[in-house]
């Protein structure tokens, strides 16, 4: 079973819009972290924002917001106001427990930014 | 910049070869992992090293190996390259390896392409 679920293959957004991003996860164990990265066409991974399963609040890093829902086991990232460079595949990640585990990551989201 | 140094960007080579690919963590990052992200399989983490002993593996091939030098920075040994391990080989490093918060910044990648 998978890990990590992401179901938007791809997104078309107008520039200026919020967005949100679908992540839904799957863990037995009650401690774990859920990422968010960013991987432009150049091809590097960008960390955006990190949320701990024993965190109270949701996560906020500018214009980027984890809306975390535990109990539906989901973590959706919302960008705030899009920009055109926020045009990019966006990863879900999670690691378990020890932490002693790489990163589980989902499929992604192509997110397309349109003027 | 993540601070990760990943050395080659780019490498070309024949099936049957062996390639190494190299990396340096961020100043005072203990911990790496390698990750391959290919078209089929997505984002996979291979292996963790942790202050020089190797901490978990994941879906590592066996003609797969790393390590990690006194010095921190690693290296990951690809041997009898096949087309199917093109790919784009990451490493990230972070601070510690025990938690599951623990952030993980990426470097560049090296693209690898076997023909």
């Known amino acids: 079973a998978q890990k990590i679920t992401q179901t938007q293959p791809g997104m078309f957004v107008q520039e200026k819009e919020a967005v949100t991003l679908d992540c839904t996860y799957d863990t037995s164990d009650p401690s774990y972290g859920l990422f968010w990265y960013k991987q432009p066409s150049s091809g590097e991974m960008i960390f955006l924002i990190y949320?701990?399963?024993?965190?109270?609040q949701n996560a906020t890093e500018g214009r980027y917001s984890l809306n975390f829902q535990k109990a539906r086991k989901s973590a959706n990232l919302v960008i705030s106001a899009s920009q055109l460079g926020d045009s990019a595949m966006y990863f879900c990640a999670m690691r378990e427990g020890g932490g002693a585990d790489g990163l589980t990551f989902g499929k992604g989201t192509h997110l397309i930014i349109q003027p | 910049d993540s601070g990760v140094t990943q050395t080659p960007k780019h490498l070309i080579t024949a099936t049957g070869q062996r390639v190494t690919l190299r990396c340096s963590p961020r100043s005072g990052d203990l911990s790496v992992y390698w990750y391959q992200q290919s078209l089929d399989q997505g984002l996979q983490f291979l292996i963790q090293?942790?202050?020089?002993?190797?901490?978990a593996k994941g879906n590592i091939l066996e003609r797969f190996s790393a390590q990690q030098f006194p010095d921190l920075h690693s290296e990951l040994n690809l041997s009898s390259l096949e087309l199917g391990d093109s790919a784009l080989y990451f490493c990230?490093?972070?601070?510690?390896?025990?938690?599951?918060?623990?952030?993980?910044?990426f470097g560049q990648g090296t693209r690898l392409t076997v023909v």
């Open positions: 090293y942790y202050n020089g002993e190797e901490r």
């Open positions: 949320q701990g399963s024993y965190d109270q």
């Open positions: 990230a490093s972070s601070v510690s390896s025990d938690r599951a918060n623990t952030e993980a910044f």
